[in-house]
């Protein structure tokens, strides 16, 4: 018999993985030399462009004495603090200048560093490389990028807060029984709705996907999609730390999603959505149309966990049921044999051995 008691304990905060990228804020934020604050994984950084394009991040903190850096003056390559006027390369974070040392000072000031990170901008975001306190000079890797199929695509992109731990967050993006309760609408699904579904999932490197699959046959906007009289495939994956792709392809025409659940301190995160997509482009306002049922949806999903986060307040244990809160369980699993991984050096055992069908209702 399936064991359904409560077996995780839900706190309102959950660990944060370092050693990935993850987007900071929108490229449209930074204008010129114009400074913006951010937060990731409880870290304030301060973000801004220097006048070659180059994208920075800083911590947001002076080395000196704490002063927030994006108080200071950005001259397009160093960034000066606005206490005592230290000044540091942006790129680099060096020290280039103490206005307060006297001529022949013992100080060597080019070992002075604010703390930096890797920054560059991709698929419309500063995208920020928080490195893992353990390994903080590991190379970080390139960093993520849309899939897109074709040389000419419209991009869109949204985000909501949640005040809830990534983890939450994250679940609830993968979650495929809310869908006939949260997004109840006539053009999408409605509880009458409700049928049997089955799909073939598969691991990846780090993370598991659906195996392509003709899309869920009460979902009106894929039917559109099929206007190309071919057949639509659509695929889904998640990886860790935080992301869930969708593709749907029909013929030469192709979708192309991203979501991604960035902590932005412990116990809240934010939800960036990014789509590309060579469908459509003819039709008038399939731009502000797709924009109008995303923020639609989205807002579904965000008034209900901060509904949610309400009664996470108090600690509940959380119950997750074979088989639609299987990929929760899964995230749970990958997410503690990565950090079991990193904590022992051996290679990660993924949790998922092979392909296994999962059935649920939704
Ligand atoms: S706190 Fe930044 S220069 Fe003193
Ligand atoms: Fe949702």
Redesign the pocket.
């Known amino acids: 018999m399936e064991d359904v008691r409560p077996t995780i304990a839900l706190t309102t905060d959950s660990e944060m993985m370092f050693g990935f990228w993850y987007p900071a804020l929108r490229s449209s934020r930074v204008r010129g030399r114009g400074l913006r604050k951010t937060m990731l994984l409880g870290t304030p950084l301060v973000v801004g462009r220097d006048d070659q394009g180059g994208g920075f991040a800083l911590r947001d903190s002076?080395?000196?004495?704490?002063?927030p850096?994006s108080a200071?003056y950005f001259d397009g390559e160093t960034l000066e603090?606005?206490?005592?006027?230290?000044r540091f390369h942006a790129k680099t974070g060096q020290c280039r200048e103490?206005p307060s040392l006297v001529p022949g000072s013992k100080l060597k000031v080019d070992r002075i560093f604010a703390s930096h990170f890797p920054c560059e901008e991709q698929d419309g975001y500063f995208w920020v490389y928080m490195p893992d306190p353990s390994a903080p000079n590991e190379p970080a890797p390139p960093a993520p990028r849309l899939p897109v199929f074709s040389s000419r695509y419209r991009m869109t992109h949204l985000s909501a807060e949640l005040p809830t731990s990534v983890d939450h967050g994250i679940i609830g993006l993968m979650d495929p029984a809310h869908g006939p309760f949260v997004h109840q609408s006539w053009w999408w699904r409605t509880r009458h709705s409700i049928h049997e579904k089955e799909k073939v999932f598969e691991p990846v490197p780090n993370g598991f996907r659906i195996r392509a699959h003709a899309p869920s046959t009460n979902s009106a906007p894929y039917k559109l999609l099929g206007l190309s009289g071919q057949p639509v495939t659509t695929t889904i994956e998640f990886r860790l730390p935080n992301m869930r792709f969708e593709e749907i392809h029909s013929g030469k025409y192709w979708f192309s999603s991203r979501a991604t659940v960035t902590p932005v301190t412990a116990n809240h995160c934010r939800i960036d959505f990014c789509a590309a997509w060579n469908i459509l482009g003819w039709m008038p306002f399939f731009v502000p149309l797709f924009r109008i049922f995303a923020r639609m949806f989205l807002g579904q999903d965000q008034r209900t966990m901060e509904k949610q986060a309400e009664g996470l307040k108090h600690n509940p244990l959380m119950m997750l049921i074979d088989d639609a809160d299987r990929p929760a369980k899964w995230y749970f699993q990958l997410k503690s044999a990565y950090l079991e991984s990193k904590r022992t050096g051996q290679p990660m055992v993924h949790p998922i051995p092979g392909p296994i069908a999962l059935r649920w209702r939704s």
């Open positions: 002076c080395p000196h004495r704490g002063m850096l200071g603090c606005s206490y005592h006027g230290w103490i």
